[in-house]
């Protein structure tokens, strides 16, 4: 027991390590300030394009849309950050994890617009064009609002997962959460500073999935 | 001129992403990631989903202290990324006496990770299924047991088809992270393979690996959607 107590709740280490901590916290909350609304507008621009009339566009976009969702995040960040360089693209890894962020999270929260869009029924956008509403404002004003609605436990389950997806950027050395948290593992030879950034991550996502499971329950009824 | 020089800078660009050379000379090392892929997440898909199923046929009973337990443990399997538990089970787990390799790490973690969400999956089918059904079931005399295992969960599992497919996808892919823990699966055989070689092929050669393993996933997985779409009663 108390070997066990020694290595994951070691509160000497987790009190030493917590500054370098706090710090990877502060920069897990920019990266998220940044690719969270990226995905989110991504997302529904993409989810709009897919709705397109023109065929050609339409089967892009959904290839495309297919194509990043079947690779794995991770691969497409290493691709991103260790392979474009061969082709004399170098971005930094705070510049990578956004790029590939962007393409990752755009296709995910643009199948659950797309989703959303589709479960708004037809009559709403001809009723709403036979007001006089062109076809952006009957899409801004009447289809959009309910379609969020409709797939906002959708949403953000998803975004609950970009969330923790953050962490993949301490394998490109980002000095986020977990690689800090990692750093001080392996300089203390102790598993306490990872336990410490779990149960942060903990703090901050539990009320979350709470909030999305009584959400969910809610919407299924 | 003109065109001499874009000529070359094709050639630079195939030599850099497409080297013939370099796919012959690393096939072999991808191949041997796609099938250390492959088992990875056959096996998680299979213990994942049958734990969670497991785990939400016992909730049914509805003894408290034990879904309370389950509930606090599916919540924090769904709230932490995967990477932290595969780390604290890696790293932190051997000095407690158990060392495992990362290959068990990887299908132990993603397991459990798969577990939790399926049963959330499971949980709201079972309880989408109308109080009728279980009164009607053990009007019959059948017990609760044959009551769930006949009765409700064929009902329920066809509502969720869909969310348990896009899931698993989900979990699946994230055998990737093995690479960090020195899982020799794809994305590691990639890395590897590039740092050797200084050379971009061998990472095209493994995001291809995984275009050709997981397009049909996610294709089938488009499907299942439309075809098993979640009917609210």
């Not at chain 1, 917590?18 to 909350?29: D, E, F, K």
């Not at chain 1, 990752?104 to 064009?129: D, H, P, W």
């Not at chain 2, 397991?111 to 109080?131: D, N, Q």
Request: glycine share 6%.
């Amino acid at each position: 027991m108390n070997l066990f107590l020694e290595s994951f709740f070691n509160f000497q280490i987790m009190s030493e390590a917590s500054p370098l901590l706090i710090r990877g916290l502060g920069t897990t909350a920019m990266l998220c300030a940044v690719v969270i609304p990226l995905g989110l507008i991504g997302g529904l621009t993409v989810a709009l394009m897919a709705l397109s009339s023109n065929t050609w566009l339409r089967w892009s976009i959904i290839a495309l849309i297919d194509l990043f969702r079947a690779v794995p995040p991770l691969v497409l960040l290493i691709f991103i950050y260790s392979g474009l360089p061969f082709a004399g693209i170098e971005l930094s890894p705070f510049t990578a994890v956004c790029v590939g962020f962007f393409l990752n999270n755009s296709a995910y929260y643009a199948e659950i617009y797309r989703a959303g869009i589709e479960s708004v029924g037809v009559g709403q956008m001809e009723a709403a064009r036979s007001t006089g509403l062109k076809n952006i404002q009957a899409m801004v004003y009447v289809i959009l609002p309910q379609a969020t609605r409709n797939v906002l436990p959708d949403l953000l389950s998803n975004t609950i997962e970009v969330v923790k997806l953050t962490s993949i950027a301490s394998v490109v050395a980002l000095q986020e959460l977990l690689y800090s948290a990692d750093m001080a593992r392996s300089v203390t030879y102790n598993s306490s500073p990872i336990v410490m950034a779990a149960g942060i991550y903990l703090l901050i996502l539990w009320p979350v999935v709470r909030m999305l499971s009584k959400l969910e329950h809610k919407v299924g009824h | 001129m003109n065109s001499s020089q874009t000529v070359s800078r094709w050639d630079l660009f195939v030599e850099t992403f497409f080297s013939q050379r370099l796919i012959d000379e690393y096939s072999g090392a991808i191949a041997e990631g796609v099938l250390i892929t492959c088992e990875i997440a056959l096996l998680v898909v299979v213990t994942g989903i049958a734990l969670g199923l497991l785990l939400a046929m016992l909730r049914s009973y509805r003894f408290l202290p034990f879904n309370v337990l389950v509930l606090c443990l599916v919540d924090i399997l769904r709230s932490l990324p995967p990477l932290v538990l595969i780390l604290l089970a890696y790293f932190g787990l051997p000095a407690i006496g158990f060392s495992m390799s990362g290959f068990v790490v990887l299908w132990l973690v993603l397991s459990l990770i798969l577990a939790a969400f399926a049963e959330e999956i499971f949980w709201a089918g079972i309880l989408s299924i109308r109080r009728g059904q279980w009164e009607a079931a053990r009007s019959t005399g059948l017990g609760h047991t044959q009551t769930i295992v006949y009765v409700i969960i064929p009902q329920a599992v066809r509502m969720t088809v869909a969310p348990l497919t896009n899931r698993t996808i989900a979990i699946t892919k994230n055998t990737a992270l093995g690479t960090v823990i020195g899982v020799g699966e794809i994305l590691n055989q990639a890395s590897t393979a590039q740092s050797f070689s200084g050379n971009a092929t061998p990472l095209m050669m493994g995001a291809i690996a995984y275009i050709i393993l997981f397009i049909p996933v996610v294709a089938v997985g488009r499907w299942i959607e439309t075809r098993f779409a979640w009917r609210r009663i």
